[in-house]
């Protein structure tokens, strides 16, 4: 069983920053992948980033690329996403998930187990 709790969303103008964190109970989070979805009003979750257990691979949604990273810490227990660049489209309720497996996917259907959200909105 693991259990997932975010942090770090908030308000923020366009192209501004933030950092949301994810800290995972259960001694077997350095063996998964983790990785972070995103939900706005009236819209499907989306995928915005994955990050294997060994670190060695990432994944990002076409449209954080190059904005968004994400890393973890396995000796904490968190995997972080930050975001830098910032835009209105961006604003919704992010959530960290794992699929209890230790390579990046990218699909919702894929994860197992996944927090109770945290809300980001940037205002243009």
């Known amino acids: 069983q693991v259990q997932l709790v975010e942090s770090g969303g908030g308000l923020v103008q366009a192209g501004g920053s933030l950092r949301l964190s994810c800290t995972a109970s259960?001694?077997?989070?350095?063996?998964?992948?983790m990785g972070w979805f995103r939900q706005a009003p009236g819209k499907e979750r989306e995928f915005v980033a994955a990050?294997?257990?060994?670190?060695?691979?990432?994944r990002y949604a076409d449209s954080v690329k190059g904005r968004f990273s994400i890393s973890r810490d396995n000796a904490q227990n968190t995997v972080y996403l930050q975001m830098n660049s910032l835009k209105p489209e961006d604003t919704a309720v992010y959530y960290c998930?794992?699929?209890?497996?230790?390579?990046?996917?990218?699909?919702?259907?894929?994860?197992?187990?996944w927090g109770q959200g945290t809300q980001v909105t940037v205002s243009s």
């Open positions: 998930a794992t699929p209890m497996r230790p390579f990046v996917m990218i699909t919702t259907q894929a994860y197992n187990y």
């Open positions: 990050l294997s257990w060994s670190h060695s691979t990432t």
């Open positions: 259960g001694r077997t989070f350095s063996s998964y992948a």
